[in-house]
């Protein structure tokens, strides 16, 4: 993956821990959001396509942050 593409890849991702941990401070310690962003974005290591990728991990990650939050 060219060098440009994976660091703007990884400030958007950077962006959605934020959002997330703000988003679900209530529930989660920021520590549980920055490790299901970090899961769910290297369910995505190795695929050519990244365009959506940041997306797809906030997608991924908030519905395992919701999923954890109702066990509580």
């Known amino acids: 993956m060219d060098t440009d593409v994976a660091g703007r890849e990884h400030l958007v991702v950077d962006e959605r821990k934020v959002r997330l941990a703000g ?12 490790s299901a962003v970090v899961a769910a974005h290297h ?10 990728v940041p ?18």
């Open 55 to 72: 997306i797809f991990v906030e997608r991924i990650a908030k519905e395992d942050l919701r999923r954890s939050a109702s066990w509580h």
């Open 23 to 34: 988003a679900f401070a209530l529930s989660h310690s920021a520590e549980r959001v920055r």
């Open 43 to 52: 369910r995505f290591d190795g695929r050519p396509i990244r365009g959506f």
